[in-house]
């Protein structure tokens, strides 16, 4: 089973505001956007997430070769007991997913 960061360019997450992050897949090539969009199942990444398939967003960009997710915090970025203030962690999750 191959892992998502090696068919990848990229993957990164960042805030999408205070209350939602959102993880970009780069895929570089048609090729592995193809192969990515076809092993990524939104319900996968939901359950990867811990989010309800209905709230998880999915954006297959294919004039870019990019797949983007996005999907609510869960907690208010700034909160106390938020520990990513900038959302940066949550792309090692999808990275790592094996297909």
């Given at each position: 089973?191959?892992?998502?960061?090696?068919?990848?360019?990229?993957?990164r997450?960042?805030?999408?505001g205070?209350?939602?992050?959102?993880?970009?897949?780069?895929?570089?090539?048609?090729?592995?956007?193809?192969?990515?969009?076809?092993?990524?199942?939104?319900?996968?990444?939901?359950?990867?997430?811990?989010?309800?398939?209905?709230l998880?967003?999915?954006?297959?960009?294919?004039?870019?070769?990019?797949?983007?997710?996005?999907?609510?915090?869960?907690?208010?970025q700034?909160?106390?007991s938020?520990?990513?203030?900038?959302?940066?962690?949550?792309a090692?999750?999808?990275?790592?997913?094996?297909l």
């Open positions: 089973m191959t892992q998502v960061s090696e068919i990848a360019y990229k993957v997450s960042k805030n999408a205070p209350f939602w992050v959102t993880v970009d897949i780069f895929c570089g090539t048609p090729e592995a956007f193809a192969r990515l969009r076809e092993g990524l199942k939104t319900e996968t990444v939901a359950a990867l997430y811990h989010q309800p398939t209905q998880l967003k999915r954006f297959d960009i294919a004039d870019l070769n990019v797949i983007k997710f996005s999907f609510p915090r869960p907690v208010i700034g909160h106390r938020d520990r990513d203030m900038h959302g940066a962690q949550w090692t999750l999808l990275a790592e997913m094996r």
